[in-house]
T-cell receptor
């Protein structure tokens, strides 16, 4: 079945620095979704990418969908303490509406 | 919109007891998903419904787990009998059908289950 892998599993960042987390799928995806879960909270939808090579920005967050639609990345610039949490990517199975979630990248920020 | 509503938010029970978790999806959403999250296994899909009909329950771990959706605004996940290894956070999520495939899912606040 489809697998979605994320790296790194943990990201420790100095406040103000940039970092990137990566998502790779074993199969081509129709779209890729990103979610953020704050400590003690629930996953919250951030964005969906649909087109090959698509790039979308949300303030300091930049999301990219690979040309082959099998990988994606999330880049955060000038990391702030509000960025703390776990970032998940998720891709739909080809035949139905369920999502395969990656294991997530857990981000901690050093002030 | 109130979002996805789950109850209870916390549940502590003894091994062998029956546990029922409840979920009210967002009005107008026709997909409902039940997930379980643990440190060891991450976020796992247990079962999902479309228009109140179970579509895929391959993630349900054992016969001790069952889920129902009697109408568009209510679903339950039941564990009977519960075991300590069932301790986890259980999320309910809902989404709606779209022309471009899977739409984003909206998660409830979760139920933190502890089985002693």
């Amino acid at each position: 079945g489809q697998q979605v892998m994320q790296i790194p599993q943990y990201q420790h960042v100095q406040e103000g620095e940039d970092f990137t987390t990566y998502c790779n799928s074993s199969t081509t995806l129709s779209n890729i979704q990103w979610y953020k879960q704050r400590p003690g909270g629930h996953p919250v939808f951030l964005i969906q990418l649909v087109k090959s090579g698509e790039v979308k920005k949300q303030k300091r967050l930049t999301f990219q969908f690979g040309e082959a639609k099998k990988n994606s990345s999330l880049h955060i610039t000038a990391t702030q303490t509000t960025d703390v949490g776990t970032y998940f990517c998720a891709g739909p199975n080809s035949n139905d509406y369920k999502l395969s979630f990656g294991a997530g990248t857990t981000v901690t920020v050093r002030a | 919109d109130a979002g996805v509503i789950q109850s209870p938010r916390h549940e502590v029970t003894e091994m062998g007891q029956e546990v029922t978790l409840r979920c009210k999806p967002i009005s107008g959403h026709d997909y409902l998903f039940w997930y379980r999250q643990t440190m060891m296994r991450g976020l796992e899909l247990l079962i999902y419904f479309n228009n109140n009909v179970p579509i895929d329950d391959s993630g349900m771990p054992e016969d001790r787990f069952s889920a129902k959706m009697p109408n568009a605004s209510f679903s339950t996940l039941k564990i009977q009998p519960s075991e300590p290894r069932d301790s986890a956070v259980y999320f309910c999520a809902s989404s709606k059908t779209g022309l471009r495939g899977a739409y984003e899912q909206y998660f409830g606040p979760g139920t933190r289950l502890t089985v002693t």
